[in-house]
């Protein structure tokens, strides 16, 4: 059985730095891609960053430049450096991981959240 587990967040004051990282726990599973979304309240759960398992990433354009997302390809842990933190990015963030699972026969394909982690930027 697969889960993410999530750890880091917190409250920091605007301009800081937090991170985040997520692992996935389990066997028989290939990473195809992990990232982060997030929520705020009242709005849509929305895109943060993603990465393969090749190292290509993609970010969305709010945080370009101010975060940063790496993975532990071993450890099967993606991580999120959040820089120059804004009141606006104050929201519940959710590891995702896409994989292929491998412990039945044909493989599949599915997507996984986490248990979602809080974020709160104020001074």
């Known amino acids: 059985q697969v889960q993410l587990v999530e750890s880091g967040g917190g409250l920091v004051q605007p301009g800081g730095s937090l991170s985040v990282s997520c692992a996935a726990s389990?066997?028989?599973?290939?990473?195809?891609?992990m990232g982060w979304y997030r929520q705020a309240p009242g709005k849509q759960r929305e895109l943060v960053a993603t990465?393969?398992?090749?190292?290509?990433?993609n970010y969305a354009d709010s945080i370009k430049g101010r975060f940063t997302i790496s993975t532990d390809n071993a450890k099967k842990t993606v991580y999120l450096q959040m820089n120059s933190l804004k009141p606006e990015d104050t929201a519940v963030y959710y590891c995702n991981a896409y994989l292929e699972v491998r412990s039945t026969y044909p493989y599949f394909r599915k997507n996984y959240w986490g248990q979602g982690t809080q974020v709160t930027v104020s001074s």
């Open positions: 990465i393969t398992s090749g190292g290509t990433t």
């Open positions: 389990g066997s028989g599973f290939g990473i195809i891609t």
